[in-house]
């Protein structure tokens, strides 16, 4: 696995930080395909990611879209998409969610129908550990 660095010095070129105070290492890394689909119903599936070594008081998760649009976004549902998130299950877990849950009103009678929606943008899963 790669580690990453920095080193740091003072006006006097004396090393204040280096790379054996503070070091990031990539513990794992996913490539999440592009998706685009819906249904009825709730939906309670994730992608799992087993990471040996994963703290959460140590690592963080970062989502980058492969490709970013080539207009500013709106705020709002387009046709571009969207970025997966993630939940910590506890252990070397996470659990990587490509969709939403929603409520869609019937227009009868007050009402409202379950749906969930997967509209993902290809994207990178990384887990990195600071140390």
Request: with cysteine; net charge neutral; glycine share 10%.
């Amino acid at each position: 696995m790669d580690i990453y660095g920095v080193r740091v010095r003072d006006a006097s070129n004396v090393q204040t930080l280096g790379m054996e105070d503070f070091t990031i290492r990539k513990l794992a890394s996913m490539v999440i395909p592009a998706s685009r689909t819906s249904g009825e119903g709730i939906r309670s599936d994730y992608i799992l990611m087993d990471v040996p070594n994963y703290d959460p008081a140590k690592c963080f998760v970062l989502i980058t879209p492969r490709q970013y649009a080539s207009y500013g976004q709106p705020g709002n549902p387009d046709a571009w998409g969207y970025v997966p998130t993630y939940k910590d299950l506890g252990g070397t877990s996470i659990g990587i969610f490509t969709y939403v849950n929603r409520r869609r009103p019937t227009g009868v009678g007050g009402r409202f129908r379950d749906e969930w929606i997967e509209h993902a943008v290809e994207s990178v899963v990384e887990v990195v550990r600071v140390g």
